[in-house]
T-cell receptor, first 109, second 111 residues
Framework: AQRVTQPEKLLSVFKGAPVELKCNYS??????LFWYVQYSRQRLQLLLR??SRESIKGFTADLNKGETSFHLKKPFAQEEDSAMYYC???????????FGTGTRLLVSP | DAGITQSPRHKVTETGTPVTLRCHQT?????MYWYRQDPGHGLRLIHY???????DKGEVSDGYSVSRSKTEDFLLTLESATSSQTSVYFC??????????FGSGTRLTVV
């Protein structure tokens, strides 16, 4: 069965500090992984997907199949990065997106 | 405009009453989904649809039913609302290249 694990419920950092939000997954097939962000009481927005290997708002994420991880990183956090971040795995067989429990990032001035 | 709207945005209802939430899309996508969002649980899939009148259960489908009589509308019904169904409900559509777009959510309170 597929599973996405985000071990940190809350990550608190100061502005300008590096950020790493952890995501581990289990999936028997070839994974399609995503990061979604939700700003306060807003809809979820796609931040990154691993197949595009792009950088959005300074965030990057690399798929590590050996460690089954897809950690989200940013070298210098900004206050506007404060939000809820969800890692998600696409079950391509059933076309369903499976989410982790989320990590709240709080960036203090 | 994300091409997807949910209604109502907020609702308070009494235990035992039926409740229907609506998801409407304007872009003719085949796949539509209903998730609920709860602290500590993230988003969990309730039901999804892969076409008109084609639906399937997700991981937390008990107490919920869905209907899709036309491509643009995906309805979620709580047959007899309970306090455990107090949650924020999100609808999503799957776009090309596996991109998912989410609605703004419906905040449901069952008292």
């Amino acid at each position: 069965a597929q599973r996405v694990t985000q071990p940190e419920k809350l990550l608190s950092v100061f502005k300008g500090a590096p950020v790493e939000l952890k995501c581990n997954y289990s999936y028997s097939g070839s994974p399609e992984l995503f990061w979604y962000v939700q700003y306060s009481r807003q809809r979820l927005q796609l931040l990154l997907r691993h197949i595009s290997r792009e950088s959005i708002k300074g965030f990057t994420a690399d798929l590590n199949k050996g460690e089954t991880s897809f950690h989200l990183k940013k070298p210098f956090a900004q206050e506007e990065d404060s939000a809820m971040y969800y890692c998600a795995l696409l079950n391509t067989g059933f076309q369903k997106l499976v989410f982790g429990t989320g990590t709240r990032l709080l960036v203090s001035p | 405009d994300a091409g997807i709207t949910q209604s109502p945005r907020h609702k308070v209802t009494e235990t035992g009453t039926p409740v229907t939430l609506r998801c409407h899309q304007t872009e003719n996508h085949r796949y539509m989904y209903w998730y609920r969002q709860d602290p500590g649980h993230g988003l969990r899939l309730i039901h999804y649809s892969y076409g008109v009148k084609d639906t399937d259960k997700g991981e937390v489908s008990d107490g919920y039913s869905v209907s899709r009589s036309k491509t643009e509308d995906f309805l979620l019904t709580l047959e007899s609302a309970t306090s455990s169904q107090t949650s924020v409900y999100f609808c999503a559509i799957r776009k090309a290249n596996y991109g998912y777009t989410f609605g703004s959510g419906t905040r449901l309170t069952v008292v």
